[in-house]
């Protein structure tokens, strides 16, 4: 099983949470964050005064995936979430030693 971190523009939540649910992908978790990658932020004018806004809005979405289905989710949410521009974001995958479901205690991928 294979963890993955997925950040992505606030934008874009709603295609990303329907191509998962499209394959297959019966739970996630997903949580508002701030950062920056290479871009570093922007400028804004506001009321006439110039400012440096360091920290991004992005959304963090959280799923465990079997092994055999990584690599179709990794394509999916790539083609949804890329618009060629910096800030697209980022994946990150670990693995999934064990999954526990608490009300039947299955383990492993049943548990998903």
């Not at 508002?32 to 992005?58: N, S, W």
Request: hydrophobic content about 40%; glycine content about 10%; proline content about 2%.
């Amino acid at each position: 099983m294979k963890k993955l971190e997925i950040i992505i523009r606030p934008g874009m939540f709603e295609k990303v949470k329907n191509v998962l649910t499209d394959l297959g992908v019966h739970g996630l978790n997903f949580v508002e964050i701030q950062g920056f990658g290479r871009q570093r932020g922007h400028t804004e004018v506001y009321r006439g005064a110039t400012m440096q806004v360091d920290c991004l809005p992005k959304l963090k979405v959280e799923i465990v995936v079997h092994d055999a289905a990584l690599d179709k989710v990794l394509e999916a949410v790539v083609t949804t979430a890329r618009t060629g521009q910096v800030g697209d974001g980022k994946i990150f995958i670990s693995d999934v030693l064990d999954a526990v479901r608490i009300r039947t205690g299955e383990h492993g991928e049943e548990a998903l």
